[in-house]
């Protein structure tokens, strides 16, 4: 396959294990700990209206998902990535806290919580996951 075609396909692929991981977390959190009574968070409406009442323990789990979608989008760009190329994984790390910034102007969270999400949970965690990957074997020479 092209190398170019491969960086895209190891980014979107990234991305969608990323955002599976993210989306998992983020839909268990709520089973673990519970939202504060009367909290409604199935809508992005009642998210908003609910956020004031959100104590420290309830945003443990919006920044595990963030952090871990994108520790294991960076790492499984960094596998698929042509040659030993550590781009895809800092890629999906970028795309990611593109994610978390346009987050953070959408929800009324505490600024202590998105200065903790942004500065950790994205290119820190890409940092991760492709250091995780390790250098990946190189393709086996054709014996032929």
Do not use: C
Not at 15 to 42: A, E, F, H, R, Y
Not at 73 to 88: E, H, I, Y
């Amino acid at each position: 396959m092209h190398k170019v075609l491969r960086f895209a396909a190891a980014v979107i692929v990234g991305l969608i294990v990323g955002s599976v991981v993210n989306m998992g977390l983020i839909m268990i959190g709520p089973k673990l700990i519970p939202p504060p009574p009367g909290g409604d968070i199935t809508t992005m409406e009642g998210l908003k209206a609910t956020m004031h009442l959100f104590e420290p323990q309830h945003f443990i789990f919006p920044f595990l998902a963030h952090a871990l979608g994108t520790v294991t989008g960076a790492f499984v760009a960094r596998l698929l990535a042509p040659g030993k190329s550590t781009v895809p994984s800092y890629v999906v790390g970028a795309l990611f806290l593109a994610g978390g910034i346009a987050n953070v102007m959408m929800l009324p969270a505490p600024m202590w919580f998105n200065v903790v999400d942004l500065a950790l949970a994205y290119l820190p965690a890409a940092w991760l996951g492709q250091k995780l990957a390790g250098n990946p074997a190189p393709p086996v020479p054709n014996a032929l």
